[in-house]
């Protein structure tokens, strides 16, 4: 079987690790996609187990489209049977002379056609079909994932800005830590500490539903047992964990998630540049600081990342730091260890790994 799973751009190829070591063999990374192919069992494993994706898809098919008319041939010709009430949702990038809804319709149209047993329902759909086209590159495959896999479950407080936790857990794995007392200086509602706690002890998406109860390839025995073996699999170490932020009413939040989510992390209400009041040592730093663009100037912003590299400077020397910020301002104060290019949603931003 194949499958796509769609991950944060810039970071595929630590997604695709994660998905070998899930059992798929990486076919290839495109932008934001990783494509493998593996067993049917994969569906019920990267949904459960996995930390890095968005969603996977069964691959339906693949192609190069110019118009309408090829997307509606491109469906005519694909030996695809299923039946249930379905929708279908399409990506669009690039310039053409139709938009997404135009494709939704084709081919809806086209796959009522060719399943007889089959009815569009665009509020409730037991089954729904992605489609992305970017420019003449039109995909198509089956959703087993439903809501995002960043909706982890746990998430109990709402920061106004939080970090989406599958980036969160495509830092981590990328900054190489295992298991070394890890801070997040400015911590917010907890989303590093508790991504690093469920990666290193393997903590499954177990406070989710997903949607793959629908498709015609669902198997409840497979299900359960894939579901048993990742549960079994959980371990249950105390963590090194510590999280500092400036507002009190963030670090309720950010307990409540904790709790929610089953992690022990030690919150220190207070700076991050003042961290060594409250730690006196830190192996891994993985953060998001504010950036400016939604709370606070950026001039503001820049005195307090100079203030934070100088206590970096004075107290941590030999920590790793990563990071993700829109701005190169680190950059003159640490050696950079690597850097990627990164969307963080509709933001480019860069991550960064320094040693201090
Ligand atoms: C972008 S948010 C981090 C969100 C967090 N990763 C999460 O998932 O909820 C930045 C956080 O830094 C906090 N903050 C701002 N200035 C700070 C400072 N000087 N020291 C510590 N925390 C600060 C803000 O209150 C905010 O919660």
Not at 33 to 61: D, H, M, Q, W
Request: aromatic share 12%; proline share 4%; glycine share 8%.
């Amino acid at each position: 079987m194949e499958f796509l799973s769609t991950t944060v751009k810039g970071l595929e190829d630590i997604a695709s690790k994660e998905i070998a070591s899930l059992g798929g063999k990486v076919l290839k990374q495109e932008e934001g996609k990783v494509y493998f192919s593996g067993p049917e069992e994969l569906i019920y494993v990267l949904n459960y187990a996995s930390k890095t994706v968005f969603r996977t898809v069964i691959l339906i098919g693949e192609g190069t489209v110019h118009s309408l008319e090829d997307i509606r041939k491109f469906v005519e010709t694909l030996d695809i049977s299923f039946s249930g009430e379905f929708e279908v949702r399409t990506k669009r990038k690039g310039t053409h002379s139709f938009t997404s809804m135009d494709v939704n319709a084709v081919v809806g149209e086209m796959l009522l056609k060719k399943c007889p047993n089959t009815k569009v329902n665009l509020t409730a759909p037991e089954i729904r079909v992605l489609c992305w086209l970017e420019d003449d590159k039109f995909v198509m495959g089956f959703d087993t994932t439903g809501e995002s896999l960043h909706r982890r479950g746990y998430r109990v407080y709402q920061h106004p800005a939080p970090l989406n936790p599958v980036l969160a857990a495509l830092l981590i794995r990328w900054s190489g830590w295992r298991g070394e007392t890890l801070v997040d200086p400015f911590c917010g509602s907890g989303t590093v500490l508790i991504e690093a706690h469920h990666s290193y002890n393997r903590v499954p998406n177990k406070f989710r539903k997903f949607i793959f109860r629908n498709l015609p390839f669902y198997s409840k025995d497979e299900w359960t047992a894939i579901k048993n073996k990742y549960d079994s699999r959980e371990k249950k170490v105390k963590l090194s964990l510590v999280g500092i932020e400036k507002f009190q009413k963030h670090i309720e939040g950010a307990q409540k998630n904790l709790h929610k989510a089953g992690v022990d992390a030690h919150l220190y209400k207070g700076l991050a540049e003042k961290m060594h009041l409250y730690v006196s040592h830190a192996d891994y730093i993985i953060t998001n600081p504010p950036f400016g663009l939604r709370i606070g100037s950026k001039k503001k912003i820049f005195r307090l990342y100079e203030n934070f590299a100088e206590e970096l400077e004075n107290h941590f020397s030999g920590t790793q730091f990563v990071l993700i910020t829109p701005y190169t301002k680190f950059e003159h104060y640490f050696d950079v260890l690597e850097k990627r290019e990164i969307m963080y949603g509709d933001l480019p931003v860069k991550a960064y790994r320094f040693k201090i």
